[in-house]
């Protein structure tokens, strides 16, 4: 990608463990994706699912609308992923870690691929995942044809920490 690595001015809030990123994706549940077509932005916030072996994340979203039309013009994006408490009450200070990633966003094709994608979406998301997929696993070609689901390939991750 065209832009220049982020990095931290504060070294030591820097969460450099790959290991540690990746788990902080296991977590999350919601992303905030940056696109932009043109010289025009656009922010949208998605649940989504964390594909550890493609460290990728996948979302689910409508077939057609601004999101799309803003990938199709321009597949970059960038994302953040924020966790913790945060504000802490009554001390004027605060705790939480953030990750920012940049990849490129794509719709995916193959309804394996997207079975798979709702799978890791639900088990994510779910506290009790197991009637969820089950629903799921009835779903037939067809179905799985009529799906949106987009996968962000993650080429660079940064993650800070504050406490």
């Known amino acids: 990608m065209g832009a220049a690595k982020y990095h931290l001015k504060r070294a030591d809030k820097e969460i450099a463990d790959r290991s540690a990123l990746c788990e902080l994706l296991k977590r999350g549940e919601y992303a905030v994706i940056a696109l932009c077509r043109g010289d025009e ?3 949208v916030t998605l649940s989504y699912g964390y594909d550890s072996k493609r460290h990728a994340l996948y979302f689910h979203c409508a077939p057609k609308g601004l999101k799309t039309d803003f990938i ?11 966790g913790g408490p945060g504000i802490a009450s009554r001390s004027c200070s605060h705790s939480f870690t953030s990750v920012v990633l940049r990849g490129k966003m794509s719709a995916v094709a193959d309804p394996a691929e997207k079975r798979s994608a709702m799978g890791l979406l639900i088990k994510q998301l779910e506290d009790e995942p ?10 037939d070609d067809r179905q799985w044809g009529g799906l949106t689901v987009l996968r962000l390939d993650i080429t660079e991750i940064t993650g800070k920490k504050i406490k």
């Open 72 to 82: 199709a013009a321009n597949p970059e994006v960038c994302a953040t992923i924020i």
């Open 41 to 43: 932005p656009y922010i």
């Open 130 to 139: 197991d009637v969820q997929l089950a629903k799921l696993s009835r779903y």
